[in-house]
């Protein structure tokens, strides 16, 4: 069993930055895959940023150049560094962890609210 807390969000105007945080407990370790997805109200849950096993970053085109994704492993955290925020980053932030044969099973987290005023 994984156990992912996310902390971070908040309210920020146009052109702001945010760092979300999110602790993982449990049994995994470097290469588990850990990434950030977010869900706008009325659209489907999508990729903002995340490390694969072999520890390559992997970007949404909406973010390359703003957000960046880091992790340190010896307190199982990963990070999202959110830079230039726009309104259009509003969203239910949720951290993923990945564990299991293949990765194949999806852990996550309870979510943390981005807003962006414009």
């Known amino acids: 069993q994984v156990q992912l807390v996310e902390s971070g969000g908040g309210l920020v105007q146009t052109g702001g930055s945010l760092r979300l945080s999110c602790v993982a407990s449990g049994s995994i370790t470097s290469i588990n895959p850990m990434g950030w997805f977010r869900q706008a109200p009325g659209k489907e849950r999508e990729l903002v940023a995340s490390?694969?096993?072999?520890?390559?970053?992997n970007y949404a085109d909406s973010v390359k150049g703003r957000f960046t994704i880091s992790r340190d492993d010896a307190k199982n955290t990963v990070y999202l560094q959110m830079n230039s925020l726009k309104p259009e980053d509003t969203a239910i932030y949720y951290c993923?962890?990945?564990?299991?044969?293949?990765?194949?099973?999806?852990?996550w987290g309870q979510g943390t609210q981005v807003t962006v005023s414009s």
């Open positions: 490390f694969s096993s072999r520890g390559s970053a």
């Open positions: 993923n962890c990945k564990t299991g044969w293949g990765f194949r099973n999806d852990y």
